[in-house]
């Protein structure tokens, strides 16, 4: 029953007087000016993809090397609290034991109290089966 109800009072409003609710820009007053619209512009185009062409080593360098951007150097003279720059060259076991201040036998016995877990039988080799 309460469904028909409200069936039959949605049908049973009163209908609007005027069937535009909001007057169109169009009819305004006639001393309002109505203001013109300039046309949008398209959007800018996409940039181009980039090239992905490789090139030997006669024709430029490969990767993400730019033939066309110079090297930059360093400045000529040191500046104040700033260190030298060093020469590449091979690292070696003794440069990494100087950088973590650590002789070679003590580098040794690190490595070997982290993997003691995996001594099982106490031989100082690793078990890993």
């Known amino acids: 029953k309460s469904a028909s109800l409200v069936h039959i009072r949605a049908y049973s409003l009163p ?3 005027s069937p535009v ?13 109505i203001p013109e619209q300039k046309p949008t512009p398209p959007p800018p185009r996409p940039p181009p993809p980039p ?7 006669r ?22 609290g700033c260190e030298p720059v060093r ?8 440069h990494v034991l100087l950088a973590l201040h650590e002789t070679e036998a003590e580098r040794e016995a690190r490595i070997r109290d982290m993997f003691a ?8 080799q ?3 089966a």
Request: hydrophobic share 30%; charged share 20%; glycine share 12%.
């Open 59 to 80: 024709g430029g360098p490969r990767g993400g090397a730019s033939a066309s951007q110079p090297h930059v150097a360093a400045p000529a003279g040191n500046r104040a």
């Open 51 to 57: 090239d992905r062409r490789r090139h030997d080593r």
């Open 87 to 94: 020469k590449a060259g091979p690292v070696t076991m003794e």
């Open 15 to 17: 209908s609007p007087s």
């Open 117 to 124: 877990f995996f001594d099982t039988a106490g031989s100082g």
């Open 21 to 33: 609710a909001f007057p169109s820009p169009v009819r305004c007053i006639p001393s309002c000016p």
């Open 126 to 128: 690793l078990d890993y």
